[in-house]
């Protein structure tokens, strides 16, 4: 047993030491100093989508960095999974968030699932682009199909060497900067629904693609894109065809395994127990306040467990375990402890919490308010917790599945 | 980073689930629950000859220098077995602080003999507000030539009543500061003014009510330096706690397999109890729990073997351990449904010992303020 990996630096070894230094300094020549404060500033959370990220995030590229443990031959940079972390470590230290699929340095969620699923053709094709920093958005969700994905409805019909795909998805986030659209599509109407589903990566430049802006509460955009007659190679078909949906539940279950590693809520726990620390209410401390200091205590100890959650899953994966049902426990963490941090830190801010970022007199910027909206999604966003809690039950302790009442897919 | 046991730790817990597995069934665990005494001699004699009851004492005391997570191993395996007996109050409270604070002399004898399982031994620490703190110790000891005098009502003192020695915390001084002026007496239980009164308690452990009137004891029964017993005690506690806090894991754990196991033998509207969202919902909340409790008390119990700040740590283990043990037989409970109720059950062989650690080395509430603290450095 070892936790060494909790803190940062305080037990690398001398080689180690040696490569975080290195680390530092090239961070410190590659990145637009105005990235780390930026956000600050506006109030807002780390800018996953602004120019400047993306800037530096094909630095990392360059370097090798954004899959650092794949061999160079796909664009990585052939380091260890140590070295991983370091930077990891640092470039979250920056306050830099780099959108979803760079910023799990694992090649997001098409990476591993093409090192698992994908000819040696198309790994040699794709790998060197996902390390290069393409840009993948998740094509999974449609109207009638959310969290019951397999009654996806999106066609796709084989004609010659392509496919051609009809239909529509929906809150396929960062689908707008993307190059690549990872989508799950119906090959097969006349089978159960989980046995005719595809996956398949399609262009997003391709004619016959529009993508709508959909308007969410935290004022983040996300976007409906409609495929009306748009060709897609077959060569472009992960796994076998109508055999999508099994490589969907492991893509499903790397996704899950990076949520839970988000850095927002540890950040505001801090954040409030500073603000706690240095406002005064009837002329003491708000830390003085037995159910404020109750509170926050709580709230340290729920972002400890979110951390140890994520490391597990790491140490699990570095040491050739299937996290399996680790992610969904980890995915439900993150999600129901960020909304409590988020209500419990209202709470603490009283009237001011209901300042929005960029307002005269918001405490911590509005980072507490825009997160209690932005919070709201992650209960059900890439998986419901009910599901979730599901999948650790039959999983983890081997319970029954509930049993399915099956219904035709409409056509 | 590592959230495993190693293979020599693998090899304890597997022998010790399959020890307590025959050892110590739950007709024995109910039968010391109405014994007087509490601990099964025969078990307790075996518990020595497998080395454990030394385990984690050096080897010069006769000890195994095991470490703490060896240490969380065999506790996890005593909290499934719901383990009876003076191992708490024997091993940890009061050997782990003769080992923190005693003379050579009083280690070699006393822990050489707690290894063998030939001496019982408690820590009187605790007073009328149950609290763990300096500040609620009031019994007094006063010099008086080569003695000191006590004067004082400890509760909640495990096993006393069976104790051979307890070391009693007492105010020999009034200090700037409550820690100041504490001093531990290894006493005689069987010394003149000592009364012994047994509690009846919700888990059937063995708590004590002992009145000091007027108890000599040798000022060469000291143990650690005149004063200044809050350092060596504060060090003692949090070792304890951790192993507790191993201890509601282990129980925790066995709580979810039998649940678990249950809704898939008991069958409801034609389906296997199980096969329903609202008990997997349950089910997972509990081993969410777990995971919670056990990697907190991992990680405060790997930093204390470390030698690295832990105070942080453990009363994060203590206060979530605490509440989610609780939580893990009450969601027990519910899927057992009317049978879990009846005595015949082993569930509440869990859920009472759930309440009894909660509460015992400082609740949620009092952990969060100790965390609280912490942060606001």
Same mark, same amino acid.
């Given at each position: 047993? $070892? ?16 490569? +975080? ?29 602004? #120019? ?18 794949? !061999? ?46 994908? %000819? ?7 790998? !060197? ?18 969290? &019951? ?5 999106? +066609? ?5 060497? &392509? ?12 689908? &707008?900067?993307? &190059? ?8 097969? *109407? ?37 495929? $009306?007659?748009? +060709? ?46 240095? %406002? ?9 306040? *037995? ?121 | ?68 997570? $060896? ?29 923190? @604070? ?43 030539? #080569? ?115 249950? %809704? ?52 994060? @283990? ?60």
């Amino acid at each position: 047993m $070892d936790f060494k990996e909790y803190s940062i630096g305080e037990f690398d070894t001398e080689e180690q030491k040696k490569f +975080r230094q290195e680390v530092r300094e090239w961070i410190n020549k590659n990145m637009d100093p105005r990235l780390s404060t930026t956000a600050e500033e506006r109030g807002l959370p780390p800018d996953t989508d602004s #120019d400047m990220t993306r800037a530096f995030g094909r630095k990392l590229a360059a370097k090798g960095w954004l899959v650092p443990e794949w !061999p160079k031959e796909f664009g990585g940079a052939g380091l260890t999974a140590e070295q991983r972390y370091i930077i990891n470590q640092e470039v979250a230290a920056r306050n830099i968030e780099l959108p979803g699929h760079w910023g799990n340095f694992q090649g997001g969620v098409p990476g591993p699932t093409m090192m698992k699923f994908a %000819t040696e053709e198309q790994k040699k094709e794709w790998l !060197p682009k996902i390390a290069a920093g393409a840009l993948f958005s998740l094509g999974y969700t449609e109207p009638n199909a959310g969290t &019951d994905l397999a009654s996806l409805q999106m +066609r796709a019909v084989s004609d010659g060497d &392509d496919y051609i795909i009809n239909g529509q998805k929906m809150f396929s986030s960062g689908v &707008d900067k993307a &190059d690549y659209h990872w989508l799950l599509v119906r090959t097969n *109407p006349n089978v159960p629904k989980h046995k005719g589903i595809s996956l398949l990566v399609a262009d997003l430049k391709s004619s016959g693609v529009t993508i709508k802006e959909m308007h969410t509460i935290s004022g983040m955009a996300t976007h409906e894109i409609f495929y $009306d007659n748009v +060709r897609v190679p077959k060569k472009n078909r992960i796994g076998p065809e109508d055999g999508g949906w099994g490589i969907t539940r492991e893509a499903l279950s790397i996704e899950r395994a990076s949520v839970g590693s988000s850095p927002w809520a540890p950040k505001i726990v801090e954040e409030l127990i500073k603000y706690a620390k240095e %406002t005064m209410h009837n002329g003491k401390p708000l830390y003085d306040d *037995p159910l404020v200091e109750q509170s926050l205590a709580q709230l340290a100890i729920e972002v400890n467990i979110l951390r140890l959650f994520s490391h597990r899953i790491n140490w699990m994966v570095d040491s050739g375990m299937n996290p399996a049902w680790t992610g969904a426990e980890s995915k439900i963490w993150e999600a129901e402890t960020s909304q409590r941090v988020a209500n419990q830190g209202m709470q603490i801010l009283g009237m001011s919490c209901q300042l929005e970022p960029g307002s005269k007199w918001a405490p911590i910027n509005g980072r507490v308010e825009l997160g209690y909206r932005e919070t709201v999604v992650r209960t059900f966003g890439g998986g419901s917790d009910e599901m979730m809690r599901s999948v650790i039950a039959t999983v983890s302790m081997g319970l029954p599945r509930e049993p399915q009442m099956t219904m035709p897919v409409k056509k | 980073m590592n959230f495993d046991f190693n293979d020599e730790q693998k090899m304890l817990q597997k022998g010790a689930r399959d020890f307590f597995e025959k050892e110590c069934p739950k007709a024995l665990v109910r039968q010391m629950a109405a014994d007087e005494k509490g601990n099964p001699p025969e078990l307790w004699k075996k518990m020595a000859q497998l080395g454990w009851l030394g385990l984690i004492y050096p080897e010069q005391y006769g000890g195994g220098a095991g470490t703490m997570i $060896d240490l969380v191993a065999l506790e996890e395996e005593m909290g499934r077995a719901c383990l009876p007996g003076a191992f708490f109050s024997t091993v940890l409270l009061g050997g782990l602080f003769i080992l923190n @604070a005693g003379s050579e002399e009083q280690k070699k004898d006393l822990l050489t003999k707690i290894g063998k399982g030939e001496t019982i031994l408690t820590l009187a620490l605790t007073e009328s507000t149950g609290s763990y703190e300096a500040s609620a110790v009031e019994t007094t000891a006063v010099a008086e030539k #080569d003695d000191f005098v006590i004067n004082g009502t400890k509760l909640y003192i495990p096993d006393a009543h069976i104790a051979d020695y307890i070391i009693c915390v007492a105010r020999t001084k009034k200090g700037a500061k409550a820690e100041e002026g504490l001093t531990a007496f290894l006493v005689d239980r069987k010394s003149a003014g000592i009364t012994c009164t047994l509690l009846k308690t919700i888990a059937g452990d063995k708590l004590c009510e002992v009145v000091f009137n007027k108890v000599k004891v040798s000022k060469k029964n000291i143990v650690g330096k005149l004063d200044q017993a809050w350092e060596p005690l504060e060090k003692t506690l949090q070792q304890v706690t951790v192993a507790r806090c191993a201890e509601m894991v282990g129980g925790a754990q066995k709580v979810l397999e039998m649940s678990a196991d249950h %809704t898939k033998q008991r069958i409801v509207f034609d389906r296997p109890l199980g096969s329903f969202p609202v008990i997997q919902h349950y089910i997972a909340n509990m081993v969410i729990d777990i995971d919670g409790s056990r990697f907190l008390t991992y990680e405060a119990a790997w930093r204390l073997s470390e030698g690295l700040s832990c105070a942080k740590e453990i009363a994060m @283990a203590k206060a979530w351990t605490s509440e989610a043990y609780r939580r893990v037989t009450a969601n027990g409970h519910e899927i057992y449904g009317g049978i879990g109720f009846t005595v015949e059950s082993d569930m509440h062989l869990y859920f009472r010992r759930a309440k009894a650690a909660e509460v015992t080395l400082g609740d949620a509430n009092y952990q969060r303020k100790v965390l609280a603290k912490e942060l606001r450095k």
